[in-house]
């Protein structure tokens, strides 16, 4: 008998084209509703992007963890896919800081001549930024913990890092949609609150998916269909939450600090 590839493994899934055609829609429907104000289209893509992704983690967690279809040349390429995703929010987030710096090093005269623009005032990085780092910081030494725990097998140790890792999350999240609020300038204040917004705002989505992320890998984990060596999911969520830390120490430095 032939034998098997070990890739051959895992069936082919429709998944992959379908959130790609519906992540495109969504751009393209939010592009109508920035102009026209039409939201039926935006609505429908949204949808159809999280079912797919619903699916799509079912089918993988499906194959993992019942199936016993992910062997270790599998796992191999999803990490490979992680880290290949990874690099491209790092690119992703490096245009927000190029709009950042290009307008803020060199303001033309629209701006003033000053970083930040005249009667424009921003917020005190020593107050909620400064509460919002330290529980970021927090988070990435309690999901490291919980990651090393569940390398060595202890289940309790890694659950309680994984819920303690989500309160910081949801909590961070709460913070940040509080300085919204209290925001004493908006997103259409000059390219320093566009800029501002953008990058803040992407980054809380960011959280707000990771937190999602968690969640789902902290299910899996209480259900006991984690590993040692079988647990890709909790290792991507944990390499996207190191990624989320970074990306905010890095605005916390140099908009909520250096570019006040």
Aim: aromatic share 16%; glycine share 6%.
């Amino acid at each position: 008998m032939k034998k098997m590839h070990p890739f051959h493994l895992v069936t082919e899934s429709p998944w992959p084209i379908l959130s790609s055609i519906s992540a495109m829609s969504m751009t393209h429907s939010l592009t109508l509703f920035m102009h026209f104000k039409t939201s039926t289209p935006l609505m429908i893509s949204i949808t159809s992007t999280v079912l797919c992704a619903i699916q799509w983690w079912r089918d993988i967690f499906r194959e993992s963890s019942m199936e016993g279809c992910h062997p270790k040349m599998t796992m191999k390429g999803m990490k490979l896919g992680m880290i290949f995703f990874i690099i491209s929010e790092v690119m992703f987030f490096s245009s927000f800081f190029w709009t950042f710096f290009h307008s803020s090093i060199s303001p033309n005269i629209e701006l003033g001549s000053a970083w930040p623009p005249q009667g424009l005032k921003m917020f005190n990085p020593l107050s909620i930024p400064l509460l919002n780092t330290i529980l970021l910081l927090s988070s990435g030494a309690s999901i490291t913990w919980a990651h090393h725990s569940m390398a060595s097998g202890n289940y309790k140790k890694s659950i309680k890092g994984m819920m303690f890792t989500i309160s910081l999350g949801m909590y961070f999240t709460a913070l940040q949609a509080m300085e919204y609020w209290q925001a004493p300038f908006s997103i259409w204040d000059s390219v320093c609150g566009s800029s501002f917004f953008v990058a803040t705002g992407f980054h809380g989505l960011h959280v707000i998916i990771g937190t999602i992320f968690l969640i789902i890998s902290a299910n899996q984990l209480v259900k006991m269909k984690y590993s040692k060596t079988h647990m890709i999911s909790m290792e991507a969520a944990t390499w996207y939450w190191h990624f989320v830390d970074i990306v905010w120490l890095l605005l916390y430095s140099m908009v909520y600090w250096w570019g006040r």
